[in-house]
């Protein structure tokens, strides 16, 4: 895929303390999805519930790419997620997370941390194999997808959507793994499981909101992969 901004990145033990990110996590209360576009249950924002806790997360998360976080602008949203395996085994609506915020910003960036002890089906990242076609079919296959989580699954219309990709990437659902991508790459969770939210996928989902940055002088600090290619041609 052309024109990304941030690279696809995997890191283990991203957190110091994950047992406790767990513990308060599954203290929190639970809602589903009013529209029905994501599966499972949800918390409140972090950032809401713990703004500290949430601002030095996102810190962390920045400083990945960013030597200096202190002049960079941005909105973040993270939630707790939980989705059993009612959601499918098999796995999920493949999609992007490209859209406008209700603010008004663009959606730049998706991390998805795992705090399920049990390692399980994790994340693919997925390029599309027929993109014309597909996009002749999209609103079809969004609508369906609408009614698939609303009704928990409709699985022949998953498969004939999740059929216009190929996998790129695989990632396995580990304790403590952080996965962080551009939220214009195709991707989606390759099972759900777990009958209770103690043993089902358990995620923190983040998503990053036109990141600017700006150096000490105050002079734009280019995104990742713009960045990255403006040194000598290769």
């Keep these: 895929m052309n ?8 890191i283990d ?23 029905f576009m994501r599966p499972g249950k949800r918390s409140d924002y972090i950032h809401k519930l713990n703004p ?7 810190n962390r998360m920045l400083s990945i790419f960013y030597d200096d976080t202190t002049n960079i602008k941005t909105a ?18 493949l999609h992007t997370d490209m859209s406008k915020s209700n603010s008004g910003n663009v959606i ?6 795992f705090l399920n002890k049990s390692p399980g089906a994790g994340l693919g990242v997925f390029d599309v194999n027929d993109l014309e076609y597909f996009n002749k079919g999209k609103d079809f296959h969004f609508n369906k997808r609408r009614d698939a989580i609303k009704n928990l699954d409709i699985p022949e219309y998953r498969k004939a959507h999740n059929e216009y990709f190929d996998e790129n990437i695989f ?9 962080l991508f551009d939220a214009r790459v195709w991707h989606g969770a390759l099972g759900y499981y777990g ?20 150096d000490s002088s105050g002079r734009s600090v280019s995104l990742p992969i713009p960045r990255s290619k403006r040194s000598s041609e290769i």
């Design 195 to 214: 009958t209770n939210d103690d043993d089902t996928r358990m995620t923190i989902v983040t998503q990053l909101h036109s990141v600017l940055a700006t």
């Design 3 to 10: 024109s990304l901004f941030f690279p696809t990145t995997i």
């Design 171 to 179: 990632v396995k659902g580990k304790f403590n793994r952080l996965v």
């Design 108 to 113: 730049m960036v998706t991390a998805i941390l």
């Design 76 to 93: 973040a949203y993270s939630n707790y997620d939980l989705i059993d395996g009612r959601y499918g085994t098999d796995g999920s609506w």
């Design 52 to 58: 500290e806790f949430h601002d030095r997360y996102i």
């Design 13 to 35: 033990g991203f957190l110091d303390n994950p047992e406790t990110v767990r513990e308060y996590g599954l203290g929190l209360e639970y809602t589903t999805e009013p529209s």
